[in-house]
């Protein structure tokens, strides 16, 4: 319904564009934004399936421990399936949609079935076996001795899982996390649904409280060369607990949260690995200013002219975190700071860094920033984003969309035969339209070379909370 606005929207739109000359398309961006999640999905296409290069893959998954674990996300150009960072993807979802869905417009569909693709699959990796939690599924150092697309795959479909005796509390706590997020999501469209992902979060953040480990130390556990957990599981307790906290409302967890000992702890961070502030952002935000203090102490460590600023910022303006992929932290904490910017502008609120007065236009003009650099104003005058403006990355690294799809190549293509794909200086046969690349070094300089993966693989933790982000700048300044 809210699609029939569209004639109007799009005329205000284009008189908005003649009046604010010089802003990105955040509707255009905010819907390749979405797009891109469909050419990360694993497991078999529904009819619907808009990116038509891909084809069904991994249609045995989980089969090797006798259960069923199809669907969900590769999470960037390879094709394994890691539950901790697609965990923190769905959770990133859900929030852009609580926070921010009201300015996504004809898009909201899309966001929905965006999550719902992987929260199905978290779903599947927390019930399919009791007294197990599936955390990953393909064997990811064989896979990188290959270059294949998905829908050929031949590599081992290990599947890796942690229980009570060897637990994995951080990869638990976010897909608690996850599923109590998207159990808020889904309370008015599908409340049958909403009410088993939050059966299920229960279940799992109990797991997690329980039996207390680091996923990445079980024995024998590969996911350290990969998505290891490098902060430990603590702020994965207390994110999944602030997320149960606010999805059921029970004291309960808030209780919990208290005795984690971040009451006065702050960062500069945040990521698929550290959860802290993110937590912060979100107590203060929605659950009557707790944590307030700790989540202005985070702004003030991002924000370039505060006199407590730890954050480094290139020549050209863009927040410099950390290699490889520094864009999965621009665009996770611009998603912050959007956030906290509503906050602010709904309560009336300012604060302090020091003696410099920090107003949501402070921190809106930041976000605008961060989000406009991504989409082409920037040095290099690129957009980071595929099939976005007039230059994009043509040669991502990313397995399906640099070889032949199945349509005009149907025939097999080996592990080692793709590898001439990746070597190979063309443009990627097929247009992953909104994968947001790892982006440019600290000298704002990007070398659109396939093989060069820190700057030029997409992800999916990339792009989840730059959903949010681009409906929020799509609600001000106009689509
Ligand atoms: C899967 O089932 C087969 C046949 O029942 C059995 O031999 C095998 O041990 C099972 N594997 C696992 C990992 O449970
Ligand atoms: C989990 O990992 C963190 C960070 O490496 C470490 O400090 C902590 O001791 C680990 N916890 C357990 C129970 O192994
Ligand atoms: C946190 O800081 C406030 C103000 O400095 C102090 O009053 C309070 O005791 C501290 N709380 C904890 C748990 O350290
Ligand atoms: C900021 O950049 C400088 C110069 O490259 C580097 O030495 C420093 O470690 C960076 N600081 C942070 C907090 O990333
Ligand atoms: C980007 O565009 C500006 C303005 O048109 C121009 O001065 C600059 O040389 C361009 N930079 C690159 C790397 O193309
Ligand atoms: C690819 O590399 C060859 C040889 O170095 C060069 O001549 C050609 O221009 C390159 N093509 C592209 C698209 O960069």
């Given at each position: 319904m809210a699609c029939k606005l569209l004639f109007l929207q799009l005329l205000w739109c284009s008189f908005l564009l003649v009046l604010v000359h010089g802003n990105p398309n955040y509707g255009d961006a905010l819907e390749k934004s979405i797009l891109f999640f469909e050419g990360q999905r694993s497991g078999e296409l529904p009819p619907d399936q808009r990116i038509t290069w891909r084809s069904h893959s991994g249609l045995t998954d989980g089969s090797q421990a006798n259960v069923t674990l199809t669907g969900g996300y590769y999470d960037g150009g390879d094709n394994v399936k890691f539950s901790f960072p697609m965990a923190f993807t769905v959770t990133m979802l859900a929030w852009s949609i609580i926070e921010h869905g009201e300015s996504m417009d004809c898009q909201l569909d899309n966001a929905r079935a965006a999550l719902r693709w992987g929260s199905d699959y978290l779903l599947k990796t927390a019930t399919a076996a009791p007294g197990k939690l599936f955390v990953g599924v393909g064997d990811p150092n064989a896979e990188q001795e290959c270059w294949e697309r998905p829908e050929d795959m031949d590599t081992p479909r290990t599947v890796y899982s942690v229980s009570n005796e060897y637990p994995g509390s951080d990869v638990a706590g976010e897909t608690a996390a996850a599923l109590a997020a998207a159990s808020i999501v889904f309370q008015k469209e599908d409340h049958d649904y909403s009410k088993q992902l939050m059966k299920v979060a229960k279940k799992v953040m109990k797991f997690a409280v329980k039996y207390k480990g680091n996923y990445s130390d079980v024995p024998g556990s590969p996911m350290c060369t990969f998505y290891c957990s490098y902060s430990g599981f603590q702020d994965e307790l207390f994110w999944g607990s602030s997320w149960l906290f606010l999805a059921t409302k029970k004291k309960f967890y808030f209780k919990y949260l208290d005795t984690l000992g971040?009451?006065?702890?702050?960062?500069?961070f945040f990521s698929w690995?550290?959860?802290?502030?993110?937590?912060?952002?979100?107590?203060?935000?929605?659950?009557?200013?707790?944590?307030?203090?700790?989540?202005?102490?985070?702004?003030c460590?991002?924000?370039?002219?505060?006199?407590?600023?730890?954050?480094?910022?290139?020549?050209?303006?863009?927040?410099?975190?950390?290699?490889?992929?520094?864009?999965?932290y621009v665009t996770s904490i611009t998603f912050l700071i959007s956030t906290y910017a509503k906050y602010m502008a709904s309560s009336n609120h300012n604060f302090y860094c020091g003696d410099i007065l920090v107003t949501a236009e402070s921190l809106r003009t930041l976000a605008k920033k961060q989000v406009d650099y991504i989409l082409g104003e920037n040095p290099m005058n690129l957009s980071y984003m595929v099939g976005y403006g007039e230059r994009f990355p043509q040669q991502i690294y990313h397995r399906s969309s640099s070889i032949p799809s199945m349509n005009s190549h149907p025939s097999h293509v080996t592990c080692e035969a793709g590898f001439e794909y990746l070597k190979s200086n063309y443009s990627n046969p097929n247009i992953l339209i909104g994968a947001v690349v790892g982006g440019p070094d600290q000298n704002d300089a990007y070398l659109d070379v396939r093989e060069d993966k820190a700057h030029t693989e997409p992800t999916t933790y990339i792009n989840a909370p730059l959903v949010g982000s681009l409906a929020y700048l799509a609600g001000i300044y106009g689509c």
């Open positions: 971040f009451k006065n702890k702050s960062t500069d690995d550290d959860k802290l502030a993110g937590a912060q952002i979100l107590l203060s935000t929605r659950g009557r200013s707790y944590y307030r203090t700790e989540a202005e102490d985070f702004m460590r991002i924000l370039p002219n505060s006199p407590s600023s730890t954050t480094n910022y290139t020549k050209g303006g863009l927040m410099f975190k950390l290699e490889p992929t520094n864009l999965q």
